[in-house]
């Protein structure tokens, strides 16, 4: 499994626990062991150039996802076939807003988005109640695991 993380951001992360994390949901959602992602922290400059060219919306977003083979979830036993799951792209500065909001930690944030961001590459969607009630317990379930594991 190939997970490139790189923070051009300009705050400070642990790389190595954002790759640790994307391992982890990736184990757990069965993709097949040579599946690549990609994890990309930008300014909020940045983050606005991509919300505005891809969504069509103004101002910086807190997560893009950008799918590339269009892989889904396997299953125990059968794991999807190997491919390039896509990239997630995150903005720290506006996570930590949200953090703040939250009354939570801006690690945690971004451990919340990075997971979010995944679950979208692998056809995930909140656009429907009954979708995102199904994306959201199971976006809680994946980074309430993985953080019981540190």
Same mark, same amino acid.
């Given at each position: 499994?190939?997970?490139?993380? %790189? %923070? ?143």
């Amino acid at each position: 499994m190939s997970i490139e993380v %790189n %923070n051009e951001s300009g705050v400070a992360v642990d790389e190595a626990e954002f790759a640790a994390l994307a391992r982890f949901v990736l184990d757990a959602m069965h993709l097949h062991p040579q599946t690549d992602l990609s994890v990309v922290m930008v300014t909020a400059d940045v983050m606005t150039e991509l919300h505005v060219q891809w969504m069509d919306e103004p101002g910086p977003t807190d997560v893009l996802s950008f799918p590339m083979d269009e892989l889904r979830p396997g299953r125990e036993g059968e794991p999807t076939p190997p491919g390039l799951l896509g990239d997630v792209v995150l903005c720290p500065e506006v996570a930590a807003r949200q953090a703040r909001e939250a009354g939570h930690s801006t690690t945690e944030e971004l451990l919340l988005l990075t997971t979010h961001g995944i679950l979208h590459l692998l056809g995930y969607d909140h656009a429907e109640p009954a979708e995102e009630k199904e994306m959201f317990a199971l976006q809680r379930t994946l980074l309430l695991t993985f953080l019981a594991g540190r």
